[in-house]
């Protein structure tokens, strides 16, 4: 934002750096020096010098912040009283940098990536290639057959599932114009001064950055779920349909060439992408009946829309004239049902306008918006995506019985890859609702039906009976006149809507409903009912499992860490019971279970519930082994590291022994999605790297603990009893605490503006127990302290060494060995170094009780501090030390937050002063845009 030569990014008196880091860093500076200094040039220009010296003695002060050289407080006093019409271009100014400073940063990893290869230097973890390498040396070793790599990943399944969040609320604009800029930044770093069509690249930077500059960043209405559901879908033009396929072929065709003999090896996709957008209903009451049918109406067009792009490309390429090539008798009789005797001499051509008319009919019956390009040549449609591709088969068999195996290859082979993953369905949206709300609806449909009076009344061995005998009828329990609540017919709405989907677009549109807050098998049952009530079950009267009609899996879902703790045991008893057990055979004995990482933390804290979940990871692997089920573990985390997020190959090989086998499921939510799946390349990198790891986990022995497993787990089990004390201490047991957070943070702003489309509590309480995860871990980010993702592990650690001198090797030797303990303070260490207790303080003073601010306050800080100590103390090195990239990023941009983070305290202060002028409320909606943008994984 100011001339190339005043960005300072290079540290003070702090890190020294070798030359050699400073050189490999001078691209990226370089590229953050030039389009900070084209974003200056636009604040001026358009906004006027007044505007300019503003951001610009900010972004000065800033940096004489981080140098001592200026009292935080007097650059607070900068913004004290400002006028909100200057305020809103200031945090326009420095949200539009952490912007392009994103783009730099990822275009920097690209960069260096092809330096390393450029080197000759051995493949990067995380990589395919990387774990290519590994799984040859096992194979060299004799520790891989194909018969155990064929079980092992027999229903492989990697899933990124798209989840909507408030801080991803950035416009289509916004979206698609980084994407040029990306673009743009990318052919400079090929040595360009120029396009392809001759257009100087700065001008045109400066162009898209002006563009940038003149389109709101957020919206003023408040956020609806047809919003979030386009939110949602713009990545798959933007990278999904073009990078999945490949991704898929890939690994297929690497895999089957190293396990010739593996039977059946990856023949369905590994790579299949899920949604939760238009389907997750718990504690949203804007999801309805509708809303489910417009998620999976424009996901399915979406996916047809793609291939009628291709296959009017395929037509247009494939022009090979009978005279000149052969065909196959199949090909020929595909291309009969064309009777256009202009292209009587292209087999080709006429076979692909017979797919194209068949996708026409097909879409016309099972779309309620049509693509462009259609053909109607009166054919009939197809009834499931296996029959489009048996069509696409021919063609390929053809060309590559015919010496054409190159043009097969190519469009073609995308295609086909694309049907074969996307289907009729583009991506599968999970149900879900909270078991309460399925206890009450259950509970009316059963007094309804005469049933029984008083569901609820029954205790957890009655509910089991009683809805195990419902489950064994065909019997409906209402009928079209029945008399229910609002809720209670709103739920069976849905429940049929998805039944619709299953039934036009086949049984992936919907592949799960998962019930949150499971704490029994009832609470399993009850939405067996609600799938039966609905057609989408029935085990009636079946003597096999193929007669068991069950498309929909239930997963449930263990949020708390007692619940974590018990299910297990919940899971044993559901399978012991004959119709839970069909079900499941139906399914080819696959069962998946949903492990909740945002109330799992809040309920215990960080350390808690990262071992709460690696405990019950165990458990489940130990009751799939004595129930003979395939486990699929599905990981509910968010962007940032309170709520389970962190590096995802890190993440994935810290998972226990037989705990992936194959399969993985994991949402994505946030800005997250966008850093890593906003274009082709960055979401090819990111969706290498969970297959990388899923195959590695799958494959090879990652955790390294051997025998010594056992002792280990003791560790654990002390050290999280003793942190989950000091959490629940701080959290649950200190008076005033929830005003104390209240005040403290913008939790109250999220809830109140317009800021996504779900509301901040799952009833209307002030608990932190009712309080979403989202809102909890958003506020705490907003405000610096970050306290999710690290507040009690110090105090734990501390007192547990206490005890004993010897104990301090023990907690470093695991750090060395053990995956799992490296990866928790690896993560926390990010943590903590993105939070800012100087900036925390800021925000404290918005309590207006000093007592209880220094109270909780001082807490806080003591805490921070000594977590700090303990991870020096174990790992032997400073925080970020081993995340060079991030440390980067950290020194970089940080000084640019500054402002954000007071002018953010500011209008807070004036908003609860009862200013509710709509500037100030959009000042503050921007200040967490910017905010969220900058640290990328604040939600």
């Known amino acids: 934002m100011a001339e190339p030569s005043d960005i300072e990014l290079e540290p003070v008196g702090s890190v020294q750096r070798t030359e050699s880091g400073r050189e490999a860093t001078e691209p990226m500076r370089e590229d953050i020096r030039l389009l900070g200094a084209i974003l200056g040039d636009t604040v001026r220009e358009q906004n006027g010098e007044a505007v300019f010296d503003l951001v610009e003695r900010a972004r000065v002060g800033s940096f004489q912040v981080r140098r001592s050289e200026l009292d935080r407080a007097e650059l607070a006093g900068m913004f004290t009283g400002v006028d909100i019409a200057d305020a809103i271009p200031v945090i326009r100014a420095f949200t539009h940098f952490a912007l392009l400073a994103n783009v730099a940063e990822d275009i920097h990893r690209e960069r260096r990536r092809a330096v390393h290869v450029a080197a000759g230097e051995p493949p990067q973890d995380s990589s395919l290639a990387a774990t290519y390498r590994k799984l040859d040396h096992a194979i060299s070793a004799a520790e891989l057959d194909s018969a155990a790599v064929a079980d092992a990943l027999s229903g492989a399944l990697v899933s990124p599932v798209i989840t909507a969040h408030p801080t991803e609320t950035r416009r289509r604009t916004v979206f698609d114009t980084q994407h040029r800029i990306t673009e743009l930044m990318r052919l400079r770093l090929h040595g360009l001064t120029r396009t392809e069509d001759g257009r100087d690249i700065e001008v045109e930077l400066r162009r898209h950055i002006l563009t940038l500059w003149q389109t709101a960043l957020v919206r003023l209405a408040r956020l609806k779920i047809s919003d979030e559901i386009e939110t949602g879908l713009r990545y798959y033009p933007a990278a999904f349909l073009e990078v999945i396929p490949q991704v898929n072929a890939e690994v297929r065709t690497a895999l089957q060439a190293r396990w010739p003999s593996a039977r059946g090896l990856l023949q369905e996709p590994i790579l299949r992408p899920g949604s939760w957008i238009g389907g997750d209903r718990d504690g949203n009451p804007n999801v309805t009946s509708e809303v489910v049918r417009l998620a999976t109406g424009r996901a399915a067009y979406v996916a047809l829309a793609h291939y009628f792009t291709e296959i009017t490309a395929l037509e247009e390429e494939l022009s090979m004239s009978a005279r000149l090539v052969r065909?196959?008798?199949?090909?020929?009789?595909?291309?009969?049902?064309?009777?256009?005797p202009a292209r009587a001499d292209e087999p080709y051509r006429r076979a692909v306008r017979v797919i194209h008319a068949r996708l026409t009919a097909t879409a016309r019956e099972i779309l309620d918006q049509q693509p462009e390009l259609e053909l109607d040549l009166g054919l009939r449609r197809y009834q499931t995506p296996a029959e489009l591709l048996a069509d696409l088969d021919v063609v390929d068999a053809s060309l590559r019985g015919n010496g054409s195996a190159v043009l097969a290859d190519d469009r073609l082979a995308r295609l086909r890859e694309s049907v074969r993953v996307f289907g009729f369905h583009l991506s599968g949206l999970d149900m879900r609702q909270n078991s309460e709300v399925h206890e009450q609806v259950v509970g009316e449909l059963l007094a309804w039906a005469g049933v029984h009076p008083d569901y609820i009344a029954l205790s957890e061995s009655e509910r089991v009976a009683l809805l195990a005998a419902e489950i064994?009828?065909?019997?409906?329990?209402?009928?079209?006149?029945?008399?229910?609540?609002?809720?209670?017919?709103?739920?069976?709405?849905?429940?049929?809507?998805?039944?619709?989907?299953?039934?036009?677009?086949?049984?992936?549109?919907?592949?799960?409903?998962?019930i949150s807050m499971c704490q029994s098998v009832s609470d399993m049952l009850e939405a067996a009912v609600l799938l039966k009530e609905a057609g989408?079950?029935?085990?009636?009267?079946?003597?096999?499992?193929?007669?068991?009609?069950?498309?929909?899996?239930?997963?449930?879902?263990?949020?708390?860490?007692?619940?974590?703790?018990?299910?297990?045991?919940?899971?044993?008893?559901?399978?012991?019971?004959?119709?839970?057990?069909?079900?499941?055979?139906?399914?080819?004995?696959?069962?998946?279970?949903?492990?909740?990482?945002?109330?799992?933390?809040?309920?215990?804290?960080?350390?808690?519930?990262?071992?709460?979940?690696?405990?019950?990871?165990?458990?489940?692997?130990?009751?799939?082994?004595?129930?003979?089920?395939?486990?699929?573990?599905?990981?509910?985390?968010?962007?940032?590291?309170?709520?389970?997020?962190?590096?995802?190959?890190?993440?994935?090989?810290?998972?226990?022994?037989?705990?992936?086998?194959?399969?993985?499921?994991?949402?994505?939510?946030?800005?997250?999605?966008?850093?890593?799946?906003?274009?082709?390349?960055?979401?090819?990198?990111?969706?290498?790297?969970?297959?990388?790891?899923?195959?590695?986990?799958?494959?090879?022995?990652?955790?390294?603990?051997?025998?010594?497993?056992?002792?280990?787990y003791r560790v654990l089990d002390e050290v999280a009893a003793l942190a989950q004390q000091a959490y629940a201490e701080l959290v649950h047991q200190t008076p005033g605490f929830v005003e104390y957070f209240?005040?403290?943070?913008?939790?109250?702003?999220?809830?109140?503006?317009?800021?996504?489309?779900?509301?901040?509590?799952?009833?209307?309480?002030?608990?932190?127990?009712?309080?979403?995860?989202?809102?909890?871990?958003?506020?705490?980010?907003?405000?610096?302290?970050?306290?999710?993702?690290?507040?009690?592990?110090?105090?734990?650690?501390?007192?547990?060494?206490?005890?004993?001198?010897?104990?301090?090797?023990?907690?470093?030797?695991?750090?060395?060995?053990?995956?799992?303990?490296?990866?928790?303070?690896?993560?926390?260490?990010?943590?903590?170094?993105?939070?800012?207790?100087?900036l925390a303080a800021r925000y404290a003073e918005l309590v207006d009780d000093e007592d209880l601010r220094a109270r909780v306050f001082d807490k806080i800080v003591d805490e921070y501090e000594r977590t700090i100590r303990m991870h020096r103390l174990i790992t032997g090195r400073d925080l970020l030390a081993d995340n060079p990239a991030l440390a980067r990023s950290v020194f970089n941009r940080f000084p640019y937050l500054e402002p954000l983070n007071h002018l953010q305290v500011e209008l807070l202060r004036r908003y609860r002063s009862g200013d509710t002028e709509e500037l100030v409320q959009r000042g503050i909606l921007l200040t967490m845009s910017g905010l969220a943008t900058a640290l990328r994984n604040s939600g």
């Open 472 to 514: 064994a009828t065909r019997r409906p329990l209402i009928g079209g006149g029945a008399e229910l609540s609002e809720l209670a017919r709103k739920e069976l709405e849905i429940v049929s809507a998805a039944a619709h989907a299953v039934k036009v677009l086949g049984p992936q549109a919907v592949p799960n409903y998962i």
């Open 327 to 340: 065909i196959s008798t199949e090909l020929g009789a595909l291309a009969d049902a064309c009777h256009e």
């Open 742 to 838: 209240k005040a403290s943070t913008p939790v109250s702003e999220i809830g109140a503006l317009n800021i996504g489309s779900r509301p901040t509590s799952r009833k209307p309480t002030t608990s932190i127990a009712d309080l979403r995860a989202i809102p909890w871990v958003l506020a705490w980010s907003q405000s610096r302290v970050m306290l999710p993702g690290w507040y009690g592990t110090g105090t734990a650690l501390e007192q547990w060494i206490a005890e004993d001198d010897a104990r301090l090797k023990v907690l470093q030797d695991l750090h060395e060995r053990w995956p799992f303990f490296a990866t928790v303070l690896s993560n926390m260490a990010q943590v903590l170094a993105k939070a800012d207790m100087g």
């Open 536 to 712: 989408l079950l029935d085990v009636a009267g079946a003597v096999s499992d193929s007669e068991v009609y069950a498309p929909i899996g239930i997963v449930p879902l263990f949020e708390t860490i007692e619940d974590l703790q018990r299910g297990s045991s919940i899971l044993e008893a559901a399978l012991e019971l004959p119709v839970y057990r069909a079900m499941v055979a139906a399914r080819g004995q696959h069962q998946e279970v949903m492990l909740g990482y945002s109330d799992s933390n809040k309920d215990g804290g960080y350390l808690a519930a990262n071992w709460a979940l690696y405990r019950a990871e165990l458990d489940l692997v130990e009751s799939a082994l004595k129930t003979g089920i395939r486990l699929r573990l599905f990981h509910g985390r968010g962007g940032t590291v309170g709520r389970g997020g962190g590096p995802s190959y890190d993440a994935i090989l810290a998972q226990p022994p037989g705990a992936v086998k194959g399969s993985l499921r994991i949402t994505e939510q946030g800005e997250v999605i966008a850093a890593k799946y906003a274009e082709p390349r960055i979401a090819h990198r990111n969706l290498e790297t969970l297959l990388a790891a899923t195959l590695e986990s799958t494959l090879l022995d990652v955790e390294g603990l051997g025998d010594e497993a056992g002792p280990a």
